[in-house]
C-alpha cells in the first residue's frame, strides 16, 4: 500500500478532496442512466452503489480525521446504507494509506525531540496498521514488544470544519432539522476532540483496563506515560486474531460462546457499574488470543453515562415500564424523545416508534439468556428500520428526538449488537456482569 507524504489540513484543501469525489459521482450517475438502458434497474442501481461508495471513501482515506472516522461509524449502519458503503467504509476500521517514514519522524521530534530510533531500541518505519485518526507501529523496549500508536498532523486541527463538510450530509440522511440539531453535532465534535486528546485516551486506558482487570476471560495491554505524549501513545504489542478474521474461521461454539460471553459483560460491567463504556465497539479495536482471550487494544472514544440519562434510559429497557403507558410517556419526555411543541400527530407517531424500537431491542435484557445467533432477531431490526426509513409520515415532521447521550450510548449498542451477531453467540447470561461486581 502506498504511503502518505502529506496529508490536506486547510479547509480548502480538504473541501477540494471532496468536490472533486462530487465530480465522480456526477459521472456515476451518467454511467448509471446510461445502464438502466442495458440492464435491469436492480443491477444498474448495484452499480451506481458500489461506484459511488468507491469515489467517496477513496476521497475520505486520502483526508483521514473526522471525515474519515464518519465513514467508520457509518460502516457499523448495516439497515441504514446500502451494502457497497458498509463493506466499503468498514476498511476504515483498519485499511488506509499509512503515514510516510518521514512523517512519522517528524511526529517524534517534534513531541520528543529525537527519532522514534533513538527512543525504542527496535522501531518499524513501516506502520502494521492504519485507521481513521491514527496508525499504529511496532517497536522494542528493554525486551518488551510494543505497540506505538501515532497520530496522523492536522487532525484536530480539522475537526471543526469536517464536521461543516459533512452536516449537510447527515441532515439529509438521517432526516434531521438543522434548527435545534446544534447540540447533536456539538456532542459529536466533542467526543471527535476527545479522541485527538491522548493525553486524556492514556489516562482511561489506564482506568478503565484498571477497574475491569478482575473480569474473566479479558486481556488489555499496560501503558507506558514516559514513552506518550498528547499525540503518541506506547502501550504492550498484544499478540492476537483481529475480531472480524476470528469470526470467519471455524470455531466451535463453545469458543463462540466463550468470547460473546466476555464482550457482553465487559461492557454491561462499564454501563451499570463504571457509568462510562468504550463507545466504540467496531472489530478493529478487538483481538482473540490463542486462549481465546479478548484483547481490548483502543480506548480512543469513551463516553461517560450522566447519571440523569442513566436511569430513564434503562428504566425503559425493563418490560413493565415499557407496557405501562402512564411510566413509559412520563419516561419519553425525560428522555427529551416527546417534546412540549409536539404537535398530537408527532405524540401519536413518535411514541409509536421509540415503543417499537426499545421493544425490540431492549428484548435482551428481558431475557435471563439470550441468543445473538438469531437471524429472526437481526432480521426484525433490519425491517424495522427499512420500514421507518420510507414512511412519507415523516416528512414536514421534527425528526430531532432524543438527549444529545443517545448519539454515542446507541452507536454503543448497535456496534455490540452487530459483533455479537457476527460471533453467532448462543446463551448468553444477560446479567452474568452482576457476579463481579467489587
Not at 105 to 117: A, S, V
Amino acid at each position: 500500500m502506498k504511503t502518505l507524504n502529506k496529508i490536506p489540513t486547510g479547509k480548502i484543501e480538504r473541501t477540494s478532496s471532496l468536490l472533486k469525489a462530487g465530480a465522480k459521482i456526477g459521472v456515476n450517475y451518467i454511467k448509471y442512466y446510461g445502464n438502466k438502458i442495458s440492464k435491469d434497474e436492480k443491477e444498474a442501481r448495484k452499480i451506481l452503489n458500489e461506484d459511488n461508495a468507491t469515489d467517496i471513501y477513496d476521497s475520505l482515506k486520502e483526508l483521514k480525521g473526522s471525515a474519515l472516522k464518519v465513514a467508520q461509524m457509518l460502516s457499523m449502519e448495516k439497515n441504514i446504507l446500502p451494502q457497497a458503503y458498509v463493506e466499503k467504509f468498514s476498511l476504515s476500521q483498519f485499511s488506509v494509506p499509512p503515514l510516510s517514514g518521514a512523517l512519522v519522524k517528524k511526529t517524534f521530534r517534534k513531541y520528543f525531540g529525537k527519532n522514534p530510533e533513538a527512543m525504542f531500541d527496535q522501531f518499524s518505519a513501516e506502520s502494521v496498521n492504519a485507521a481513521s485518526i491514527g496508525q499504529v507501529h511496532r517497536a522494542k523496549k528493554e525486551g518488551k514488544d510494543l505497540a506505538v500508536k501515532i497520530q496522523y498532523p492536522g487532525v484536530r486541527e480539522s475537526i471543526s470544519s469536517d464536521l461543516k463538510m459533512v452536516k449537510p450530509i447527515a441532515i439529509k440522511m438521517f432526516n434531521i432539522k438543522k434548527e435545534g440539531s446544534e447540540s447533536y453535532f456539538q456532542e459529536v465534535e466533542n467526543k471527535l476532540f476527545e479522541e485527538t486528546d491522548y493525553n486524556l485516551e492514556l489516562k482511561r486506558s489506564q482506568q478503565i483496563s484498571a477497574d475491569c482487570s478482575h473480569l474473566p476471560n479479558l486481556k488489555f495491554p499496560k501503558y507506558y506515560p514516559e514513552l506518550s505524549c498528547e499525540k503518541i501513545i506506547t502501550m504492550d504489542w498484544m499478540s492476537g486474531k483481529h475480531f472480524s478474521e476470528f469470526t470467519k474461521l471455524n470455531n466451535s461454539q463453545d469458543d463462540l460462546n466463550k468470547i460473546g460471553q466476555t464482550l457482553w459483560d465487559f461492557y454491561m460491567y462499564q454501563m451499570h457499574i463504571l457509568k462510562q463504556v468504550h463507545a466504540d465497539p467496531h472489530p478493529g479495536n478487538f483481538l482473540i488470543s490463542e486462549n481465546k482471550e479478548l484483547l481490548v487494544i483502543d480506548f480512543g472514544c469513551v463516553k461517560e453515562i450522566p447519571e440523569d440519562f442513566y436511569q430513564p434510559y434503562f428504566e425503559l429497557a425493563k418490560e413493565e415500564n415499557l407496557k405501562n403507558p402512564e411510566i413509559f410517556r412520563q419516561t419519553l419526555y425525560q428522555l427529551e424523545i416527546l417534546r412540549n411543541d409536539d404537535t398530537p400527530k408527532e405524540q401519536e407517531f413518535f411514541s409509536k416508534l421509540f415503543y417499537e424500537l426499545l421493544e425490540l431491542f431492549t428484548r435482551p435484557f428481558n431475557r435471563e439468556i439470550f441468543d445473538f445467533s438469531d437471524e429472526g432477531f437481526f432480521q426484525e431490526i433490519a425491517d424495522l428500520g427499512q420500514r421507518y426509513a420510507k414512511l412519507s409520515d415523516m416528512k414536514g415532521m421534527n425528526a430531532n428526538r432524543g438527549s444529545k447521550h443517545f448519539i454515542y450510548l446507541n452507536r454503543t449498542f448497535f456496534g455490540l449488537y452487530n459483533m455479537m451477531h457476527d460471533l453467532k453467540a448462543k446463551d448468553i447470561a444477560i446479567s452474568h456482569y452482576e457476579n463481579f461486581i467489587r
